[in-house]
């Protein structure tokens, strides 16, 4: 059958690792999808020294890539939200199939790229923009197809699960942890992206509008970093006999979806609390299947070019299918305008435990008066550790709670904060069973 011809954009670490097992395994590839695909031509700003472009059409030009009559599938691997749309949307008028490991891109622009797509009869596949070489887009649009999903969790930043692992590990700061993982390349020189849940947010919104069939909604996804997070934070949760991981958490409720991410409290025996390191790992569960754990390598060069690659052969396979029978985008829709709308709740409206961590001075009533600002807000104390008093006086006070709205914890927080015997203001990380009621 004729070639699939693939113009790649972008050669750093998972272009170059894409291009690598296109030609590597050209002869497998060829025999899975049915017909060769071939790499007409390679965009990109600097050498990688891993690819060997010899006889490979290269330009530094992206949109050249884009506007090439020769090219069937463009491969955005720039990364980025503006250029990136561009050179998608470009591609997709000039009637060319997309791949991209782009999350950031789906996550912001995905609703106006699909539609595009739509109305074009081309193909925009994007497995890698999520968990790397996890092949957890297709198991939620496809495998799980039969299931009602109640919730979704997962650590879908691998830099953020090495931070805490070693945290836990080695008792270290995370300032600490950190600069480490800066120096072995697992964290960018400004990890705000990693650290403060951007990129899990993204994710996470790309996930939820499969599992659930509704339009991409990244703006409306609460995000909350973990450099708050301390060592004896995760001391602590280890003695009350949970782990702290930073996940994204999507569940569907009587009153919409969650949509959130941030430090969470797990119990020890679930299985996300023993992923460990820069691997990342999502939690499925549905009513049929019941809880569904995917595992693996969620970065890198070829486990992302896994994913790339495997996309690519989907568009190989389905490039002479008519459009209206292909597996939508969203799993459910075709053009998001026919997805459902439940609406995404506000943080304050969602319900879950604490784990509360304050300083106060070591004085007699003032674990009372805490006691009654929280009664008093109708949330119920599950368990306390009052620790030795610290220099200055200072008693480190751990409570974890029952489940209460995050609204009546916030004005808990703010009356407690307010207090003159507490110093500084009170630690407050979420907690989460994982189980199947929740």
């Excluded at 090439?68 to 008028?93: S, W």
């Excluded at 979704?152 to 080695?170: F, P």
């Excluded at 075709?334 to 001075?361: F, H, K, N």
Aim: with cysteine; glycine share 10%; hydrophobic share 45%.
């Amino acid at each position: 059958m004729k070639p699939v011809r693939v113009g790649i954009c972008g050669l750093g670490t998972v272009g170059g690792g894409t291009f690598n097992v296109l030609t590597r395994n050209a002869d497998e590839i060829a025999r899975r999808a049915g017909r060769p695909l071939v790499i007409e031509q390679v965009a990109h700003r600097s050498i990688n020294p891993a690819c060997d472009l010899t006889g490979i059409r290269t330009t530094k030009d992206v949109f050249e890539v884009a506007t090439n009559p020769d090219i069937d599938v463009v491969v955005e691997l720039i990364g980025g939200y503006d250029v990136a749309r561009e050179l998608v949307m470009m591609a997709i008028e000039n009637g060319k199939h997309v791949v991209t490991a782009n999350k950031a891109l789906i996550a912001v622009h995905g609703n106006e790229i699909f539609k595009a797509a739509h109305e074009k009869g081309v193909i925009v596949a994007f497995e890698a923009a999520v968990a790397g070489g996890i092949p957890v887009i297709k198991s939620l649009r496809e495998g799980l197809g039969a299931n009602r999903i109640s919730w979704v969790a997962g650590i879908i930043n691998g830099t953020g699960n090495y931070i805490l692992t070693h945290m836990r590990d080695e008792g270290r700061a995370f300032e600490d942890v950190l600069a480490e993982a800066q120096a072995l390349g697992y964290a960018e020189a400004d990890p705000t992206f990693d650290v403060e849940g951007i990129d899990a947010a993204h994710k996470l919104t790309i996930l939820a509008s499969i599992a659930y069939g509704v339009p991409l909604q990244f703006e409306k996804a609460y995000t909350e970093g973990i450099s708050r997070v301390t060592a004896e934070d995760v001391e602590q949760a280890d003695n009350l006999g949970y782990i702290i991981k930073h996940l994204g958490i999507s569940k569907r409720t009587g009153d919409g979806l969650e949509l959130r991410v941030h430090p969470t409290l797990i119990p020890k025996e679930r299985l996300l609390a023993s992923v460990h390191g820069v691997k990342n790992a999502i939690a499925v569960m549905g009513d049929a299947v019941g809880p569904t754990l995917y595992y693996g390598a969620g970065a890198g060069d070829e486990p992302t070019a896994s994913a790339v690659v495997a996309d690519l052969l989907d568009v190989a396979r389905d490039i002479s299918t008519e459009h209206r029978y292909r597996t939508p985008y969203l799993a459910f829709c075709g053009v998001t305008d026919d997805c459902d709308e439940l609406p995404i709740m506000p943080m304050e409206d969602i319900t879950t435990a604490y784990y509360l961590r304050l300083l106060a001075v070591d004085r007699p009533g003032v674990l009372a008066r805490v006691a009654t600002i929280l009664s008093e807000e109708g949330i119920s104390i599950e368990a306390l550790i009052q620790k030795e008093a610290t220099e200055g006086e200072l008693v480190p006070i751990i409570l974890l709670t029952h489940r209460t709205l995050e609204k009546h914890m916030n004005e808990a927080i703010r009356r407690i904060e307010s207090l003159a015997d507490i110093a500084g203001s009170v630690t407050r990380i979420r907690v989460e069973s994982l189980d199947e009621q929740d």
